[in-house]
């Protein structure tokens, strides 16, 4: 493989382990997302990435009573050679991908967003995303550790309607929703969060 093809890869497989972390993935969406738009690989060379690379190395992390949380670091040798072979796992996928897979489908529909705008503004809507979905992914009655109305007031000077960005970002977010987490509550928590603003 050509060095260059490992340099486009090494950004994506450190973004992409973030959604492996034994703790809240799901804000990690648009940072993926923002990776992929950069790299200029196309939608299905992501994904290729993400499942025949990353996947197979990554997935053993959700396995563990306690696991990894701050920082997953994925061996290179290993990635490396499994960068572009295509090999998947279709079992391990069966059975393990339900962990990851609506958080990869989101951040593969953000790359496919950005990559419609001008690249100057694919981190301040990725920063957006990012903000809207902490609110909507934290608890609605908690509030965030984050001030998330000074992180949006940001990014509006930057350009971005953040409640444009939401009717966006919302039908993105539900699926990523676990079982007993009710939707309406929390989109009611980021619709006052932009009425903040």
Not at 143 to 161: I, K, M, N
Request: hydrophobic share 50%.
């Amino acid at each position: 493989m050509e060095r260059i093809d490992l340099d486009v890869r090494r950004p994506l497989w450190q973004a992409m382990s973030e959604l492996f972390l034994d703790t809240e993935t799901r804000w990690a969406v648009p940072l993926v997302a923002l990776a992929g738009a950069k790299s200029g690989l196309p939608l299905e060379g992501l994904d290729e990435v993400f499942w025949c690379e990353v996947f197979p190395l990554a997935v053993a992390n959700l396995h563990q009573v306690v696991g990894e949380w701050a920082a997953l670091t994925l061996p290179d040798a290993e990635l490396e050679a499994r960068a572009g072979k295509g090999w998947r796992r279709p079992v391990a996928e069966l059975t393990s991908g339900w962990m990851v897979r609506d958080q990869w489908a989101a951040a593969l529909r953000c790359t496919a967003r950005l990559r419609q705008e001008p690249p100057a503004s694919w981190r301040p809507l990725a920063r957006a995303w990012y903000a809207l979905g902490r609110r909507f992914f934290e608890a609605p009655h908690e509030s965030p550790l984050t001030d998330l109305a000074q992180e949006l007031a940001d990014v509006r000077r930057e350009g971005v309607d953040p409640a444009a960005e939401w009717r966006f970002f919302e039908p993105v977010a539900r699926p990523m929703l676990l079982g007993g987490e009710p939707a309406t509550p929390r989109a009611e928590a980021v619709l006052e969060l932009l009425a903040r603003g």
